[in-house]
Nanobody, 125 residues
Framework: QVQLVESGGGLVQAGASLRLSCAAS????????MAWFRQAPGKEREFVAA????????YYGDSVKGRFTISRDNAKNTMYLQMSSLKPEDTAVYYC??????????????????WGQGTQVTITS
């Protein structure tokens, strides 16, 4: 079983940058895909980005494409989300998630079986 812990959230102004981290334990880190999701108050959980176990496959949700970058350091058992040009509509709780295989299987939340507790990101205008 994978355990995930997010960090790096906070309150910043629009236009700023922020980097989230997700530390993983419990399985060989490079053996599974990972993803970021977010959930704003009153809204459904939204796919943000996903990355394969080796890092060679990455894809993004339309609302963050070109502004966010997902990456991972398998030597450090950590995944990252570099967020730039932040907007108030990026305000949400951000969750990291782990898949059960090296290749990520789409954008649905149920394709990822392990989840962190979330970290709050708030963007002020």
């Amino acid at each position: 079983q994978v355990q995930l812990v997010e960090s790096g959230g906070g309150l910043v102004q629009a236009g700023a940058s922020l980097r989230l981290s997700c530390a993983a334990s419990g399985r060989t880190f490079g053996s599974y895909s990972m993803a970021w999701f977010r959930q704003a108050p009153g809204k459904e959980r939204e796919f943000v980005a996903a990355i394969s176990g080796g890092g060679g496959i990455r894809y993004y949700g339309d609302s963050v494409k070109g502004r966010f970058t997902i990456s991972r350091d398998n030597a450090k058992n950590t995944m990252y989300l570099q967020m730039s040009s932040l907007k108030p509509e990026d305000t949400a709780v951000y969750y990291c998630a782990a898949g059960d295989s090296s290749t990520p299987k789409g954008r649905a939340a149920n394709a990822f079986g392990a989840w962190g507790q979330g970290t709050q990101v708030t963007i002020t205008s």
